[in-house]
T-cell receptor, first 114, second 114 residues
Framework: KQEVTQIPAALSVPEGENLVLNCSFT??????LQWFRQDPGKGLTSLLLIQSSQREQTSGRLNASLDKSSGRSTLYIAASQPGDSATYLCAVTSNSNSGYALNFGKGTSLLVTP | GAGVSQSPSNKVTEKGKDVELRCDPI?????LYWYRQSLGQGLEFLIYFQGNSAPDKSGLPSDRFSAERTGGSVSTLTIQRTQQEDSAVYLCASSNGGGTNTQYFGPGTRLTVL
């Protein structure tokens, strides 16, 4: 059974810092990996989708990498801003998932202080 | 175009009552997913539809939960005889199907069972 772990569970940084969020998964036979953002009381916003054949994806200040063989992904946020404060969720789709459903980690709660 | 919508956004009910939650996916998306996010827990997959068919219902927590999808579009998740442990945010997502496509999430329905 696929297990997804995110470290750290919570992170507080001053504005302007670069930061890295980590995600690991136990079954490397994945189709893709997605990073989501969730604001309090809101749904999920997809940030980046990395296909299993890809090594990284970039969008603005965000860069996500994937090392499928070691079961790891990182989300790099450059020059963090208070508006980046949210919970960041990592999720994978793998062969063992019914209908390509997503397996989620429990998230990293990020606070960027002014 | 419109994203995934869910209704109601909030539902408060008494223990033992039945509730219906509705999801309107993105037009043309063949796959539809229901997830549940309980306080302090990660996102848990419940059920998915490919077209109107739900091939795997094993993710539903109990036989009090059922779901249907009609016309390859709208889906309803029904919880009968609600219990306090059913209190959670219920999220719906849709995609073009397959393992390589992004899932787009609705804002969720927050269910509180008193």
């Amino acid at each position: 059974k696929q297990e997804v772990t995110q470290i750290p569970a919570a992170l507080s940084v001053p504005e302007g810092e670069n930061l890295v969020l980590n995600c690991s998964f136990t079954d490397s036979a994945i189709y893709n990996l997605q990073w989501f953002r969730q604001d309090p009381g809101k749904g999920l916003t997809s940030l980046l989708l990395i296909q299993s054949s890809q090594r990284e994806q970039t969008s603005g200040r965000l860069n996500a990498s994937l090392d499928k063989s070691s079961g790891r992904s990182t989300l790099y946020i450059a020059a963090s801003q208070p508006g980046d404060s949210a919970t960041y969720l990592c999720a994978v789709t793998s062969n063992s998932n019914s209908g390509y459903a997503l397996n989620f980690g429990k998230g990293t709660s990020l606070l960027v202080t002014p | 175009g419109a994203g995934v919508s869910q209704s109601p956004s909030n539902k408060v009910t008494e223990k033992g009552k039945d509730v219906e939650l509705r999801c309107d996916p993105i037009s043309g998306h063949t796959a539809l997913y229901w997830y549940r996010q309980s306080l302090g827990q990660g996102l848990e997959f419940l059920i998915y539809f490919q077209g109107n068919s739900a091939p795997d219902k094993s993710g539903l927590p109990s036989d009090r939960f059922s779901a249907e999808r009609t016309g390859g579009s709208v889906s309803t998740l029904t919880i009968q005889r609600t219990q306090q442990e059913d209190s959670a945010v219920y999220l719906c997502a849709s995609s073009n199907g397959g393992g390589t496509n992004t899932q787009y999430f609705g804002p969720g329905t927050r269910l509180t069972v008193l």
